[in-house]
């Protein structure tokens, strides 16, 4: 059975912070765009009705399988990721061989390709990158994308592919309330802070644990309207929701945004190791999650 939420409430919170440049009204709890930083006057929300699926699973009474992230150590040390190639001479998580690939030092535990810890795919030169010229469609490929991660480095999307998991682009801002809540619930573990959102399904609440057992990527991407999104904002996020499993990365020219025709958010898509689009849905979180815990 499924419902729709008609009501409308306003995103409450940190529109002062950010000027009158960014509107945002929340529908079910997910926060909508209704006026862009270009200042026009176009109504961008398309479907501000969440379908919230009510056959849900058995609820998480307890909540205790959803542990605190660790403290942020900066370097990931207990990385699931196995480095392919001829081994880890200074055991920093990377190869011999994907340092040697990427031009960071082999025989330097300092020396990283990635202080996140992300993985390296030596490979991702043979993806073809069909560019942010063809729109995005289940099926599709994502377009190479290279931009700036909470610890100030470059990150090529691309470097997620050919792991086996799925990669879950998760894109808000620092004004969606809705994207906040769920940040902090994947740094807490406390999954009460869902219960104001009418389209969070307590059968969500194993994504947590996916992330943290690195089942999947979890990638947020934070961009702002009025002004570029800076390293601050995104090291911030980071810092505010400290989860060392979640990429947060910046979307600091709003290519992806525009790219994805973000209006709803938190905006969920999911991709294949192959970078394409297994979910692509402009109208709000709820089939990216229902992906995840139950793939279509
Ligand atoms: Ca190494
Ligand atoms: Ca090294």
Not at 180 to 185: F, L, P
Not at 257 to 262: F, M
């Amino acid at each position: 059975m499924k419902k729709s939420i008609a009501y409308l409430v306003f995103c409450a919170g940190t529109l002062a912070l950010y000027g009158c440049a960014e509107t945002t009204e929340s529908a079910g709890g997910v926060t909508v765009v209704v006026s862009d930083s270009e200042a026009s006057s176009d109504v961008v929300a398309q479907d501000a009705h969440v379908q919230v699926n009510a056959d849900s699973g058995v609820s998480d009474t307890d909540g205790s399988s959803n542990l605190a992230a660790p403290p942020d150590s900066g370097v990931r040390a207990d990385s699931a990721m196995a480095p392919p190639g001829d081994g880890d001479s200074d055991g920093d998580g990377y190869s011999d061989a994907e340092e040697r690939h990427a031009g960071t030092d082999p025989n330097d535990p300092n020396s990283v390709i990635y202080q996140g810890g992300w993985p390296y795919n030596m490979k991702k030169d043979q993806l073809e990158d069909p560019g942010w010229d063809i729109p995005p469609q289940e099926g599709a490929r994502m377009p190479r994308w290279r931009t700036i991660d909470q610890y100030g480095d470059t990150f090529d999307l691309y470097d997620l592919a050919g792991r086996g998991k799925k990669i879950v682009l998760d894109v808000g801002t620092w004004f969606c309330t809705p994207c906040k809540a769920m940040a902090q619930y994947f740094a807490t573990g406390d999954v009460s802070v869902m219960d104001d959102f009418a389209w969070w399904n307590s059968s969500y609440d194993r994504v947590l644990d996916m992330i943290n057992n690195e089942e999947i990527f979890w990638v947020t991407v934070l961009f702002s309207g009025s002004t570029p999104v800076s390293q601050d904002d995104v090291t911030r996020w980071h810092d505010t929701f400290p989860n060392h499993h979640i990429l947060v990365l910046g979307d600091q020219d709003l290519r992806l945004r525009e790219y994805l025709s973000v209006v709803a958010m938190p905006h969920i898509d999911v991709l294949d190791e192959n970078m394409n689009f297994l979910v692509y849905d402009v109208r709000g979180p709820s089939r990216g999650m229902r992906h995840l815990v139950a793939p279509e």
